[in-house]
């Protein structure tokens, strides 16, 4: 299986060569094939074969046209967008792709009544319609910035599948199971729950015809078992490298067989606490001195073995928004921690405990906590013991709580916790509206993720005026939005209406016989994962043509 | 000690081939009241000094080599999963998170090296081992209240409490006890030790709760149960002084094996993220954080608590086979 040892000669593209199997391991089964039910990343890892996009992310995650033939162009005010297609797509029955796809695709995300766990927000949308065969137009309530990234970065299904299917029953169509008519890179061929799934080359693929003959996603849910898997030559891709930790990195880096490439990912983790009225996370300066006794880089590094790169704003350095001198930093300081306690009104009793007079009512408030963290996540868990052991210096007892993923969220969705580490997964766009702006507070409002109950009119305003920023192209947008990101990032990490950990750094690893496998800037990769660039997937070939 | 079992009749007249009994009915009367009387002493009962059943077996089980030997290893590790706790106090969590992964053998301070936060692998370890020891013993009490009495009232009473029990009986035996846990641990809104030692003791009960009733199916005919019965005596009486004493050798050696069987149960369910949560240790959690070790250089994280469960475990099964043998010489 060994095939090149030496790494100094990169082989040129012209070597490329088609044929060959490309084994990879799945890290868990899917249980659906329908992308509009598809909830779960190794879901939209098989997708990312099977359907094209309209709009994909290129290597630095910049949007790209994919099906769509150009970038869209934008009206003035920034509410009219109209995309033209390729005139070369072809579904695997023949047909054309068309508009008529792209209508029946977004219709039914914007569907109200769609069964489905992942969720679609077309709310900004007031009309879509079908200029000509080729030519497609929204029409939006209001200039809205992240649409290019959130709506039209996506997948497009066949009209004549899904065309006329019953939203609220779309879970059990016959090709949530057996995908027969699909226009990506690969076909479908067979499904076998909890072994594999199976793809062969789509010969008309609009952007020329995949490199392999096969593709083999095989279910290997243990990351450390398909890391041996990786090493021993038996699959060629392993997506999740990094959930077999720094042993099992280390171990592959080591393999002279295989390749690893490590990115920062657009994910985060934070310590994410309650700053309602009487929690004890209430005061600013209570945040600000938990800040100050932490020492974030030595916990970052010890929880994660350098699968965590240390972030103090909510905006990851893999996004185009991310501005390292736009944050408030708060170094290890334990002094200044110890009299910003006693400013918010806390002082340390004789057993160690910070108290305060109640705010709820008659005797004392004892900063006793919970940090509740999902149970099976050990850099989280590391991260929740080393953070309860240090705050303890400033009288704060907060004990890791590890609970299970099925009831992690339900008391937190009502208000009831002290503090939680969570891991937040972003879309290509860096727009905190759900998690930041007090109109996204739950349980207050209906919805939203904002659960921390932080509200802060200036944060709120800031957030509308980013979301409505839209200039004539897409580097305009991004340059204006940007100006505005630093003012909301000074907010969050300054008020620290979260206290941010890390964003997750992943790795990849490959067979060094797949080729094509280019990493872009810092080692990113991110753009072959999910279903954020199919065309990749075409571009990778066998060296041996095995 | 050497205790003379309530009714030293019992044993020998359920042995066929046993040497007859020499005593009458109305000495067992005698002896019955007898032992009601406090500071009566057994050697009054007149005649030589018999051998008990329960001495008898202590010398048959010192004389099991491997046995003895292996409860001497037991009691080293209880002994020092008690003991040295105490003296190390909190070191088991004490963190040097900048530091960690002190390699074993290379200071006294760390004997076994420090973990992925610096804390100290041999404090950590006898720690783990009290976890497992308490949830192993602990839960085996369970299956003895829970699976002794049912058993006990089925195989004594019979009839349709018999059949009821049973059928609950078979109910839990076909629980699938991960689902359980895991169901359990949601509902009660986290992973808790009481938790997993009430699951364990509520699913698997049944072996202990089977053998008993088969004890007592058999003991209830046996001409001593009627004869007390013909004297008058109380149900209860029956079965707690007559059956009981007379059922306990293979509820014991049952019990000893189930130690061993939840200690290994604990670890796997540690394993998995289910038992104790931190910064306590128990031997399964200290497995499943170091999993991913197994592919680098600190393999020792894995080898201690997995060298601990595996000599823990054998030890109690060497030990139970001892005493499977002491008490039931027949059975070689």
């Known amino acids: 299986m060994l095939v090149s040892a030496c790494g100094t000669s990169a082989p040129s593209t012209s070597e490329v060569k088609n044929g060959g199997t490309l084994i990879f391991a799945l890290d868990s089964d899917a249980t659906t094939l329908n992308p509009f039910v598809m909830s779960t990343v190794p879901e939209f890892r098989a997708l990312s074969f099977m359907y094209p996009n309209l709009y994909s992310a290129d290597k630095n995650l910049n949007v790209i046209p994919d099906l769509a033939d150009g970038m869209p162009s934008v009206s003035s005010d920034g509410t009219v967008w109209t995309v033209k297609l390729k005139k070369t797509g072809k579904w695997s029955d023949g047909t054309p792709m068309t508009a008529d796809d792209v209508l029946a695709t977004q219709k039914l995300q914007a569907d109200p009544t769609l069964d489905t766990d992942y969720s679609y927000d077309w709310s900004p949308l007031k009309t879509i319609e079908k200029v000509d065969t080729y030519t497609v137009r929204y029409t939006l309530n209001a200039p809205f910035a992240p649409f290019l990234a959130v709506n039209l970065a996506g997948y497009i299904a066949p009209a004549s599948v899904f065309g006329k299917v019953d939203a609220a029953k779309i879970r059990n169509m016959p090709a949530s199971t057996n995908p027969t008519v699909t226009g990506g890179p690969y076909k479908f061929d067979k499904w076998v729950p909890g072994q594999e799934i199976d793809f062969s080359a789509n010969l008309s693929y609009y952007n020329g015809r995949p490199h392999y003959d096969k593709v083999v996603a095989k279910i290997i849910t243990d990351a450390t078992a398909a890391a041996n898997a990786l090493i021993n030559g038996d699959v060629s891709w392993h997506p999740s490298l990094g959930e077999a930790g720094a042993g099992g990195i280390s171990k592959a880096k080591a393999a002279s067989n295989v390749v690893v490439h490590t990115y920062e990912d657009l994910g985060y983790i934070d310590f994410r606490m309650n700053t309602r009225k009487g929690h004890i996370f209430d005061n600013v300066m209570t945040r600000q001195a938990l800040a100050s006794v932490l020492d974030k880089a030595s916990i970052v590094q010890a929880a994660t073995q350098g699968a965590g790169a240390p972030l103090w704003g909510d905006i990851v350095p893999a996004s185009w928004a991310y501005d390292a001198n736009s944050v408030v930093k708060y170094p290890l300081d334990v002094a200044k921690a110890k009299s910003l306690m006693q400013q918010a009104g806390w002082t340390i009793g004789a057993d160690g405990v910070a108290t305060r007079p109640n705010p709820n009512g008659g005797g004392t408030q004892k900063f006793v906590g919970k940090i509740r963290v999902r149970a099976g996540k050990p850099d989280r868990l590391k991260a929740a013991e080393i953070i309860s052991d240090q705050v303890k210096q400033i009288g704060m007892q907060l004990t890791p709580d590890p609970t299970d993923f099925k009831v992690f969220y339900k008391p937190i969705q009502q208000g009831n916790f002290d503090v939680f580490i969570a891991g937040f997964s972003l879309t290509l766009d860096p727009d905190d509206y759900s998690t930041a702006s007090s109109t996204q507070l739950q349980p207050e409002h209906h919805e939203g993720q904002n659960w921390t109950g932080y509200s802060n009119p200036q944060l709120d305003s800031l957030i509308s005026q980013e979301r409505a920023t839209v200039k004539s192209t897409d580097a305009a947008t991004k340059a204006a939005r940007k100006a505005i990101f630093n003012q909301i990032e000074k907010i969050i990490s300054g008020d620290l209406q979260t206290y941010m950990l890390w964003a997750d750094v992943s790795s990849m690893g490959w067979s060094s016989n797949v080729g094509n496998v280019a990493a872009g800037n810092g080692d990113n990769t991110i753009y072959y994962d999910v279903n954020n660039n199919p065309n990749s997937r075409a571009e990778w070939y066998s060296k041996n043509g095995k | ?332």
């Not at chain 2, 038992?275 to 399964?284: A, D």
């Open chain 2, 1 to 332: 000690m050497a205790q003379v079992p309530p009714l030293p009749l019992g044993p020998s007249a359920g042995v066929p081939g046993s040497v007859p009994n020499q005593l009458s009915i109305e000495t067992t009367v005698q002896q019955e009241r007898d032992l009601a009387q406090p500071g009566v002493r057994p050697d009054e009962f007149g005649g030589a000094a018999e051998l008990g059943f329960w001495r008898l077996s202590v010398i048959r089980f010192l004389h099991h080599r491997v046995a003895t030997g292996a409860l001497i290893i037991l009691g080293v590790i209880v002994l020092a999963a008690i003991v040295v706790p105490i003296i190390t106090g909190d070191l088991y969590r004490i963190q040097d998170y900048r530091h960690p992964y002190k390699p074993p053998f290379q200071s006294l301070q760390h004997i076994f090296g420090t973990d992925d936060l610096g804390r100290d692998e041999f404090a950590r370890l006898l720690r783990g081992a009290r976890v497992s020891i308490m949830v192993g013993v602990l839960a085996v009490v369970g299956y003895l209240l829970i699976g002794g009495t049912l058993g006990a009232l089925a195989g004594y009473y019979g009839g349709w409490l018999d059949n009821a029990l049973m059928r609950f009986t078979d109910i839990i035996i076909s629980a699938p006890f991960l689902l359980v846990v895991i169901a359990v641990t949601a509902a009660t809104g986290g992973v808790r030790l009481t938790t997993v030692i009430i699951v364990i003791a509520a699913t698997g009960w049944y072996e202990i709760g089977r053998l008993m009733r088969a004890q007592f199916l058999v003991l209830r005919e046996q001409e001593f149960v009627q004869a007390a019965r013909a004297l008058g005596a109380s149900n209860t009486r029956i079965i707690l002084r007559h059956i009981l004493p007379n059922a306990l050798a293979p509820i014991i050696v049952s019990a000893t094996l189930g130690v061993s069987g939840i200690i290994l149960l604990e670890a796997a369910l540690g394993f998995l993220g289910y038992s104790i949560p931190p910064p306590e240790p128990s031997w399964g959690n200290m497995l499943q954080e170091f999993e991913q070790y197994l592919l680098d250089d600190k393999t020792y994280l894995v080898f201690f608590p997995a060298t601990a469960l595996v000599i823990t475990a054998l030890c109690i099964n060497l030990v139970g086979d001892g005493i499977r043998d002491a008490l039931d010489p027949r059975q070689r």
